[in-house]
């Protein structure tokens, strides 16, 4: 029987591998294994009980996706609820998602991403668990983080306990950029902390119950299902595009950094094969490298469409393990005052209103940086009481 620990209205399933020869031992010591694939840690959980499973496209086990091989294990999944993207993931960023059915198993799909970002007391009914397995990338403002809130808040509305399986965070190596002031809280942040929060979506769900962020201050019955072989250094490749815009692991680690350009008016590579691992302007000074953003697969309406821009290649660049504002502070000296360079939402992608006003004054980004210590520094002994992951 595995055990049970309660940690601040959280379980966390411990388990003891147990490898049955030498060899086996030595193939598999480090590989990660996400929780997903551990389904001995988490059937009996499910056993007999109507299922509601929050998912996209991410959620797989073996290559084959988390409900197909629920349902193939005679688990009673009733419902499916889907994030920003919707549950095969082709939605483009902030696109309106409708519900619907998935047409393979004919299950209802409720958009989390569409009329409401909470599931309704209607959807839960007759809902004994909820089971949420999502890969994320761990900036704050994207979204996946906001909807586990509101599924946890909505469960715990509704007397319902919530399943994480837990995924890697491949950015989950450090811990960096403005804190949130809680005054711009939106869908891209709803929670004090840091644009990297170094934490998987486990430990993020644990510190959300733990720090009463929930409506008014309850809190979710919440179990997580741990990796195996994880700590927060490790390398970890997605074979899935989380989201239609990150395709592989350079945009994912860039993606905290040219996530600010979302919020101004520059292209970040929307429209091209290569996004968020370029970024540019038709309005920036000539150079060797130029690109023309067009409509594609998750960008139907890319910045600068269809216009020539010149900008900077990053795909050869270093892995990063801070955020790097030397691009945005030159991408703002760069742009012609003629032009509007920050938009309405760039406050609520950089959490604060301090960002934009350091960058106008022209301070350098070690002189912004440094505005960031103190409240890192409070958020990193926060952060310490909700990881299960060295």
Known sequence: MI??????????????????????????????????????????????????????????????????SLLSLNV????????????????DAGEHVDDGFDTK???????????????????????????????????????????????????????IPVIVLDRPNPNGHYVD??????????????????????????????????EKWLKNGIQCDLTIIPLKNYTHDSEYSLTIRPSPNLPN?????????????EGTIINAGRGTEFQFQRYGASFFPKNNFSYTPMPNFGSKYPKQKGKLCYGVDLRNIKKLSAINLE??????????????FFGNTFTIHAGNTKLQQKIEEGLSAKEIRKTWQKDLSKFKKIRKNYLIYN
């Open 327 to 340: 691009w945005l502070i030159e991408a703002y000296q760069k742009t012609p005052k003629t032009e509007k």
């Open 249 to 261: 692991d350079k945009s994912i680690n860039l993606y905290p950094s040219l996530g600010f350009f």
């Open 76 to 91: 009673g999944i009733k419902k499916v609820f889907a994030p920003e993207h919707g549950f095969r993931g082709k939605a």
């Open 105 to 159: 198993t004919g299950l209802p799909v409720f958009s989390l991403h569409g009329k409401s970002k909470k599931p309704s007391d209607e959807q839960l009914k007759g809902i004994d668990v909820i089971v949420f397995d999502i890969q994320d990338v761990g900036a704050r403002f994207y979204t996946y983080i906001s909807t586990l809130h509101f599924v946890m808040e909505a469960a715990a509305e509704n007397g």
């Open 3 to 68: 055990p049970l620990v309660r940690f601040k209205n959280t379980y966390l399933i411990l388990f003891l591998s147990i490898c049955f020869g030498f060899t086996s031992c030595a193939q598999n010591a480090t590989e990660i294994k996400v929780s997903a694939e551990q389904t001995e840690l988490y059937l009996n959980l499910l056993k007999g009980k109507n299922i509601a499973v929050v998912a996209n496209q991410t959620s797989v086990i073996h290559k084959t996706h988390l409900i197909d």
């Open 177 to 210: 950029g403005p804190v949130l002031e809680m005054k711009h809280t939106s869908f891209l942040g709803k929670h004090p902390v840091p644009l990297v929060y170094g934490m998987t979506i486990g430990e993020y769900g644990q510190m959300i119950n733990g």
